[in-house]
């Protein structure tokens, strides 16, 4: 049986939640979308009322596709708000485990029982956050790229326990979203994408800390001998500093392996709370 999907709660207002929200609505889903961060959320608010004119103005948009996008998203005040009549929940809160935990246990509480936990962490796998429910076969992996609005692939994971219903409902959304679904049959840490992004990301931060090139020039270096369209420490100030430092430390604490540690370049910048783009500064100067 295919599950129809018509509410869509995102529980996260950063760097990924509005935009994913924003998808959604211009797709025509009925959106509301959180986060627990007053000033955030005002942003995320911000952002999207500017988005929406702007895209009028350029004529990417039109007035009446405009129109539905804004009214068919909700910023609302808390998860409960959000959350208590959604058909589909995409968590985007912060990348650490006890945290997502305990808004599962939460979502599980507030929402109908047919609802679809949905996870949209870079790197945590959902069978990690399935036993703080009481629907394990309704929660998955559906993780979205940066920036949302532009990227088009969605990875889909269906850990052994999803329902194939599950899956077919969050691929179906994704479509409807206009996004490039693909579906892993198993769980492995990283996903597809971000497991060819970290050897990247680990090479450059390795020569880096080894003294043999500047961030600028490898950036460079992987831009155009490799055609990739950012380089490594470019893409780390756009995802987030903060959030690579939590991933690196994250699997750490999973595996205990030292070399899972953040590099001392990373490290750094974490302290300094130089967490890239959204802050102004990372490795590069935004100001
Ligand atoms: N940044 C990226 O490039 C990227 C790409 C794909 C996936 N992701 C994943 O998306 C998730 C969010 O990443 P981000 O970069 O948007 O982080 P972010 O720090 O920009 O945003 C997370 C937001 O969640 C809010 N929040 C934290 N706990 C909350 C709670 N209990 N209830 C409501 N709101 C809460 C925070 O206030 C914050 O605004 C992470 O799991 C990350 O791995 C990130």
Known sequence: MNMEINKIAVIGAGNMGHQIAMCAALSGF??????????????????????????????????????????????????????????????????????????????????????????????????????????????????????????????????????????????????KMNKTPVLLHKEIYGFLVNRFLQATRQEALKLLDMGVASHEDIDLAVKNGLGYPMGPFELMDLTGIDLAYHTYMEKYKDSGDPADRPSPTVVEKFTKGEWGKKVGKGFYDYS
């Open 30 to 175: 009925s959106v509301r979308c959180t986060d627990n961060n007053a000033d955030i959320l005002g942003k995320a608010v911000q952002f999207a009322d500017n988005y929406w004119t702007e895209r009028v103005n350029k004529g990417k948009l039109t007035e009446e596709a405009a129109k539905a996008a804004r009214e068919n998203l909700v910023f609302a005040p808390s998860v409960q708000s959000a959350a208590e009549d959604a058909d589909l929940v995409i968590e985007a809160i912060i990348e650490k485990l006890v945290i997502k935990r305990t808004l599962f246990a939460e979502l599980d509480k507030i929402c109908p029982a047919h609802t679809i936990l949905a996870t949209n962490s870079s790197y945590i796998a959902s069978s990690k956050i399935t036993d703080a429910t009481s629907r394990p076969d309704k929660v998955c992996n559906m993780h979205f790229f940066n920036p949302a609005l532009v990227m088009k692939l969605v990875e889909v994971v269906q850990g052994s326990h999803v329902s194939d219903e599950t899956v077919e409902a969050v691929m179906t959304v994704a479509t």
